[in-house]
């Protein structure tokens, strides 16, 4: 009897398949890389990097490059032999750079004012290629509709940026652009090729228009040269209005930008989006819809300047401080 149990058994064992045992699926290698520390790029970081670990996507390696670029090559060429799955490119530079030294490299970039116009994409459609991303774009005519709101009679708007800025050149023809479709309305393109001569630029400059208009462009919303902008215009009496965060409760009159934080937590997403095999050349260019707009009504007093009650309802922030007489 037990003999022939023995031989039942026998004969099922063929036919019973072993379990195989698959490994573990490798943890995606995930980088970040940052031409530069500008307040932006940062912000946009510290929300990528809450996404990403809200999703548990491990970051292995961050570039700092802070505008050195041997290094940053360098750098980047290691991660390609390092094996990594995809890299997170924050601001305009920074994706330029990294398609360039890793072009068979997916790229999720964030921060990118116009990526259509730097060449990263053909058009908001999609990059057709293995780039995607989302951008700080703001749509320049509500942008001067709003500087027009806040300054009264505004018809000459000065732009200040370095040449060689990609950013603020971006900023500057979309907002040449827009202004073409409002009546009476012309954007002055005053180029500053060295900080150190804004004092002499601005001298020659205010007189001859109703505004002038800080976009983002890192060599000039430091704290210096927007010390020389802001006590300048005081001085003349004209407004100042920006486009860049940092200027917001500094000085400027009116700053309408995007959450860069926020910004940040979106790129996360298609960062797990093309993790999971989704196509990055075939997801459309993200644009925030939402702005903040961040009214100085010590920045009014000063130059004499009344706002109108409907700008500041449309403000997310008005700043003022107490003085004592």
């Not at 500087?147 to 907002?175: D, H, I, K, M, Y």
Request: glycine letters at 6%.
């Amino acid at each position: 009897m037990r003999l022939s149990l023995l031989l039942v058994v026998a004969a099922l064992l063929p036919l019973t398949a072993p379990t195989e045992r698959r490994p573990a699926p490798r943890p995606a290698r995930v980088a970040i890389f940052l031409w530069e520390n500008s307040p932006n790029d940062l912000e946009a970081l510290a929300g990528l990097r809450r996404g990403l670990e809200v999703m548990a996507i491990e970051v292995v390696a961050e570039i700092r490059a802070d505008q050195d670029e041997a290094r940053a090559r360098r750098e980047l060429l290691a991660l390609e032999d390092d094996g990594i799955d995809l890299l997170v490119a924050l601001g305009t530079r920074s994706v330029l750079l990294a398609r360039e030294v890793l072009p068979r490299t997916r790229i999720v970039f964030s921060a990118v004012t116009n990526p259509v116009l730097a060449g990263i994409a053909p058009g908001w459609a999609g990059s057709g290629g293995p780039i995607a991303g989302n951008s700080n774009w703001l749509d320049r005519r509500r942008m001067l509709e709003v500087f027009g709101q806040g300054v009264p009679g505004l018809r000459r708007l000065a732009c200040l940026r370095t040449p060689g800025n990609a950013v603020s050149a971006a900023e500057f023809e979309e907002a040449r652009v827009a202004a073409a479709a409002i009546e009476g309305l012309e954007i002055v393109d005053a180029p500053v090729a060295d900080p150190a001569e804004l004092p002499r630029l601005l001298d020659r400059l205010l007189p001859e228009v109703d505004a002038v208009w800080l976009p983002i462009d890192i060599a000039l919303y430091q704290k210096e040269p927007m010390r020389v902008l802001f006590e300048h215009a005081v001085e003349a009496r004209k407004p100042v209005v920006a486009s860049v965060a940092r200027a917001a409760g500094a000085g400027a009159l009116l700053t309408l930008s995007v959450d860069y934080r926020q910004l940040g937590l979106k790129a996360s997403s298609l960062v797990r989006r093309v993790l999971e095999g989704e196509d990055p050349g075939t997801i459309p260019i993200g644009r925030m819809s939402a702005t903040r707009l961040h009214v100085d009504l010590d920045a009014a007093r000063r130059i004499g300047l009344e706002l109108p009650i409907d700008l500041l309802l449309d403000a997310h922030v008005i700043s003022r401080r107490e003085y004592v007489k």
